[in-house]
């Protein structure tokens, strides 16, 4: 089993495209698809899954897509947990300081809320990029006082967004596309991909299960023989 999933919602547009349909329905519908998904996580007892919600590139979109994508999440930090996953730590990962301060509150408020918890730990990837994530983490070491020399993987790592969690050991990409698109860089160096053709609002536990039956086949090797 990996320890820590990372999981790039894509493909709500198709989705959407192909039912004739504006494409906030298809993120409707993948909203659905991330709480099953983190109900799975959870119940299976996976130690950390990451979702990739929106990337740093995200705010490219028309206006009107970016708007009903922040609506979509103030209301699921509105709802919180359900009852299936009520033991998940949730974390916010990525550069909060666009978003408004009611929407910065209400994360911050699902995380303490969630902290004390012990199950699976979700990250929502939030106005993140990978690029971002290792510029933030040398900035604050510097900051700190770092000088060159000094500088280790461990203390970047330390700095992530992701610091103190396993680094990611598959990476499953729904909707066809067959790239990273600035997710988690650092941390998916020696990480598995497993890239499937259904869309992310279709996207189920069967779907999930035969990504890990794919993980269990790989033969990971770091490097050594
Ligand atoms: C993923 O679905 C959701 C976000 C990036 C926020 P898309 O909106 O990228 O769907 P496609 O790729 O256009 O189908
Ligand atoms: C990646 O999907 C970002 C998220 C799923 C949040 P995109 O749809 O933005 O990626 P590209 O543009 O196809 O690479
Ligand atoms: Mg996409």
Redesign the pocket.
Known sequence: MPRHIGI????N?RWAKKRLLPRSAGHIQGAKAFRRCLRYCSSAGIECVTF????T??WKRPQEEVNALMKLFSDYLDEGLEMDDDDVVMRFIGDMTPFDSSLRQKMERMAADTAGNHGTVCNI?VN?GGRDDILHAVKRLMKDGADADSLTEDSIGANLYTAGLPDVDLIIRP?G?Q?I???MIWQAAYAEYVFMDVL?PDFTEKDLDAALEEYSRRNRRFGGV
């Open positions: 790039i919602m894509d493909g547009g990739y919600a929106f990337s590139e995200n990837a993140y909707s596309e790239r698109s600035n997710f992310w």
